[in-house]
C-alpha cells in the first residue's frame, strides 16, 4: 500500500457533538478495512458545543483523523470548501455529520471514476436510490419546489438532486472547482455543479441509500436564503464569474 493518500472524505460540522462522534467511528470503521489510505477531515464551522472536543478526543482512536477549528461561522459552503482544498487524495468526497449517507456507499464510486468521471453526484432522486423512510408529503413538496427553482436559475435541468450532501470527485477537480466558489452558506451545491460543467468535467449522478431524518424540518427562512443565492449564482453565470 502506497504512502499517498488514495481517499479523503470531508465532513463539515456545526454544532454536532451528539451525532459526529458515531459518524466518525462509522467512517473509520469501514475505512480501515479497505486496501487504501485514507484521511478524515472534519471542519468545524464556529460550533459553539462541544464538538471540538469530541472530535480531538477521538484523535487518539482514528489516527487518520485531521481537524479543522473554525471559531467562527462561515457557513456550510464555505467550511466543505476549506475542507476539499485541505485534502490530498487522489479522491475526494464530502459527507454529512449525520451520516445520512453512509460512506459504504462510495463503493458506487469506484467505478465510475475509472470510466474517466470527474464528479459524482449521490442522488436521492434517480431510480434505485432508496430513502428510509421515504420522505413526507409537506417535505417532498418542498424539495421539488426548490429543485425547480435551482434548474430555472443554475441551468442544472440534467440533475436530479444537486442538493444531496454526499459528492466525489478527482484531486483535479476538486482543486480546480473550489477555488472558484463563491457561495459561503445556501445553495453551494448547485454552485459547485454549475462550476464543473463551464470547466467541461464529466459529471455522473448515482444512486443511493438515504436515512431520512423525519424530525430535520427546513425552514421558510433556509428556503428564503437558498431562493437568493440562486440569484447569486444566475448573476455569477451572467457576469462570467465562473469564466
Same mark, same amino acid.
Given at each position: 500500500?502506497?504512502?499517498?493518500?488514495?481517499?479523503?472524505?470531508?465532513?463539515?460540522?456545526?454544532?454536532? #457533538? !451528539?451525532?459526529?462522534?458515531?459518524?466518525? !467511528?462509522?467512517?473509520?470503521?469501514?475505512?480501515?478495512?479497505?486496501?487504501?489510505?485514507?484521511?478524515? %477531515?472534519?471542519?468545524?464551522?464556529?460550533?459553539?458545543?462541544?464538538?471540538?472536543?469530541?472530535?480531538?478526543?477521538?484523535?487518539?482512536?482514528?489516527?487518520?483523523?485531521?481537524?479543522?477549528?473554525?471559531?467562527?461561522?462561515?457557513?456550510?459552503?464555505?467550511?466543505?470548501?476549506?475542507?476539499?482544498? #485541505?485534502?490530498?487524495?487522489?479522491?475526494?468526497?464530502?459527507?454529512?455529520?449525520?451520516?445520512?449517507?453512509?460512506?459504504?456507499?462510495? #463503493?458506487?464510486?469506484?467505478?465510475?471514476?475509472?470510466? @474517466?468521471?470527474?464528479?459524482?453526484?449521490?442522488?436521492?432522486?434517480?431510480?434505485?436510490?432508496?430513502?428510509?423512510?421515504?420522505?413526507?408529503?409537506?417535505?417532498?413538496?418542498?424539495?421539488?419546489?426548490?429543485?425547480?427553482?435551482?434548474? %430555472?436559475?443554475?441551468?442544472?435541468?440534467?440533475?436530479?438532486?444537486?442538493?444531496? @450532501?454526499?459528492? @466525489?470527485?478527482?484531486?483535479?477537480?476538486?482543486?480546480?472547482?473550489?477555488?472558484?466558489?463563491?457561495?459561503?452558506?445556501?445553495?453551494?451545491?448547485?454552485?459547485?455543479?454549475?462550476?464543473? !460543467? !463551464?470547466?467541461?468535467?464529466?459529471?455522473? #449522478?448515482?444512486?443511493?441509500?438515504?436515512?431520512?431524518?423525519?424530525?430535520?424540518?427546513?425552514?421558510?427562512?433556509?428556503?428564503?436564503?437558498?431562493?437568493?443565492?440562486?440569484?447569486?449564482?444566475?448573476?455569477?453565470?451572467?457576469?462570467?464569474?465562473?469564466?
Amino acid at each position: 500500500m502506497s504512502n499517498n493518500i488514495y481517499l479523503s472524505v470531508v465532513i463539515p460540522a456545526y454544532n454536532e #457533538e !451528539k451525532r459526529l462522534p458515531k459518524t466518525l !467511528k462509522d467512517v473509520d470503521s469501514y475505512l480501515s478495512k479497505q486496501n487504501y489510505n485514507y484521511e478524515i %477531515i472534519v471542519v468545524s464551522d464556529g460550533s459553539k458545543d462541544k464538538t471540538g472536543d469530541n472530535v480531538r478526543g477521538l484523535m487518539s482512536q482514528i489516527k487518520n483523523l485531521k481537524f479543522i477549528d473554525n471559531k467562527e461561522n462561515h457557513g456550510k459552503g464555505f467550511v466543505t470548501r476549506q475542507g476539499m482544498l #485541505e485534502a490530498k487524495g487522489s479522491f475526494r468526497v464530502f459527507m454529512d455529520a449525520d451520516n445520512s449517507t453512509n460512506i459504504d456507499q462510495v #463503493e458506487k464510486m469506484w467505478p465510475f471514476f475509472k470510466q @474517466g468521471y470527474d464528479v459524482l453526484v449521490g442522488s436521492r432522486s434517480i431510480k434505485g436510490a432508496i430513502l428510509d423512510p421515504p420522505q413526507g408529503f409537506t417535505r417532498k413538496l418542498t424539495g421539488n419546489a426548490f429543485r425547480l427553482l435551482t434548474d %430555472i436559475f443554475t441551468g442544472l435541468w440534467d440533475i436530479d438532486d444537486s442538493q444531496c @450532501g454526499f459528492k @466525489g470527485f478527482t484531486a483535479k477537480a476538486s482543486e480546480t472547482i473550489f477555488p472558484k466558489c463563491k457561495i459561503d452558506r445556501f445553495s453551494f451545491d448547485a454552485e459547485i455543479l454549475v462550476i464543473a !460543467k !463551464k470547466l467541461k468535467y464529466k459529471i455522473k #449522478e448515482f444512486p443511493i441509500t438515504w436515512k431520512n431524518d423525519l424530525e430535520s424540518k427546513v425552514q421558510f427562512k433556509s428556503m428564503v436564503k437558498m431562493g437568493f443565492d440562486l440569484v447569486k449564482i444566475s448573476i455569477n453565470i451572467i457576469t462570467r464569474k465562473y469564466d
